[in-house]
Nanobody, 124 residues
Framework: QLQLVESGGGLVQPGGSLRLSCAVS????????MAWFRQAPGNEREFQAT????????HYADSVKGRFTISRDNAKNMVYLQMNSLKTEDTAVYYC?????????????????WGQGTQVTVSS
């Protein structure tokens, strides 16, 4: 099994930036795809971005395209979500996820492992 641990959340003003990190450990995961989801209180878990571990193909939700960037550092076993131009509606718990499909997917069902989440609050 994989273990995913997110960090980097916090309080930021609208228009500000944060970088979330996801440390990946456990069994081999070179064929996995990685993703970031978020969930605000009362809402469904919402896809944000995904990247394949091998090849680095990416896909983004329309709401974050041009503002968020997903990346991975294979040597460090890390996945990142750089969030710029943050809006109040970005406030949520952000989750890192891993799936065995090895391809980009916006469906939570495609992902087998999940981190504990990190809180992002965008407020003036």
């Amino acid at each position: 099994q994989l273990q995913l641990v997110e960090s980097g959340g916090g309080l930021v003003q609208p228009g500000g930036s944060l970088r979330l990190s996801c440390a990946v450990s456990g069994r081999t995961f070179s064929r996995y795809s990685m993703a970031w989801f978020r969930q605000a209180p009362g809402n469904e878990r919402e896809f944000q971005a995904t990247i394949t571990w091998i090849g680095g193909s990416t896909h983004y939700a329309d709401s974050v395209k041009g503002r968020f960037t997903i990346s991975r550092d294979n040597a460090k076993n890390m996945v990142y979500l750089q969030m710029n131009s943050l809006k109040t509606e970005d406030t949520a718990v952000y989750y890192c996820a891993a799936g065995r499909g090895g391809y980009t997917s916006s469906s939570s069902a495609s992902y087998d492992y999940w981190g504990q989440g990190t809180q992002v609050t965008v407020s003036s």
